[in-house]
């Protein structure tokens, strides 16, 4: 028997801490109600922990995600002529009911049921036949890469409490910080962390990379492109593996 889905705003908590602003976790937190920060928590554990934080998302990440709440998706064949969502939207305006979709369009996950739209970028449910929006208005020019139909059976949408376990994130992203310190002295990783008014906010640097960016202005994506201000200690091990990358790709300049 197929469940009904309820569309939702994107739930970001009322903590720093509850937020995750891509559009992965946002559209699972649409249809679980679960916080973006938790819906990335999900995403990542049920792909097995392979990333420290939750950015771009694949599809099969996002089907995972999905099976473990319960949701199935089923892929919708895009007709040849259909190249623009809103294309997409005007063929099926009278067949899409209350059915919802999760849609990739100009690389970016939404959810559609009927008329509603709502994504990481509206963050609250638009009515597109009542409401003008100007973001909804740009992405309905984008290309439409991927459609599916969501459904869920059984018992429904469900929230994996197992996969939330808080005394889990307490000690181990922690851990996995110190041991990424020891395994790469050449980096000269180092880490600060304040509390603002009751929010834990993480300063993390590499004085390696700080001398090749003083000296190499030319490519100073690390200082232009990264803020290095994180909240949590899986976004300081998520700057520290981004360290290495640039480190490996730029230690040539190291003079």
Not at 215 to 236: A, G
């Amino acid at each position: 028997m197929v469940k009904h889905l309820k569309i939702r705003p994107v739930n970001h908590g009322t903590k720093i801490s509850h937020r995750n602003g891509y559009c992965g976790p946002a559209v699972l937190s649409i249809l679980t109600g679960m916080t973006t920060a938790e819906s990335a928590k999900v995403i990542n554990a049920s792909n097995g922990n392979l990333k420290h934080y939750i950015k771009a998302t694949s599809t099969r990440e996002m089907r995972k995600a999905f099976s473990v709440c319960g949701i199935d998706m089923a892929e919708i064949k895009i007709p040849k002529h259909i190249k623009t969502l809103d294309k997409w939207l005007d063929d099926t305006e009278y067949s899409r009911k209350d059915n919802m979709y999760l849609a990739s369009s100009g690389h970016h996950w939404l959810i559609i049921q009927g008329y509603n739209y709502v994504c990481g970028m509206t963050e609250n449910i638009i009515n597109m036949e009542k409401e003008k929006n100007t973001y909804v208005k740009k992405i309905r020019r984008t290309h439409l890469q991927e459609i599916y139909l969501l459904e869920s059976y059984s018992k429904g949408v469900k929230i994996p409490t197992d996969l939330l376990s808080k005394d889990k994130d307490k000690i181990k992203p922690y851990n996995k910080v110190k041991v990424f310190q020891k395994k790469h002295p050449e980096l000269k990783l180092s880490y600060d962390v304040e509390t603002y008014d009751s929010e834990k906010i993480y300063y993390v640097g590499s004085d390696t990379l700080e001398k090749i960016a003083d000296n190499n202005p030319q490519i100073d994506d690390y200082r232009d492109e990264r803020y290095h201000i994180v909240y949590s200690w899986d976004e300081v091990l998520e700057e520290f593996s981004f360290f290495k990358d640039y480190y490996y790709k730029h230690k040539h300049l190291i003079t």
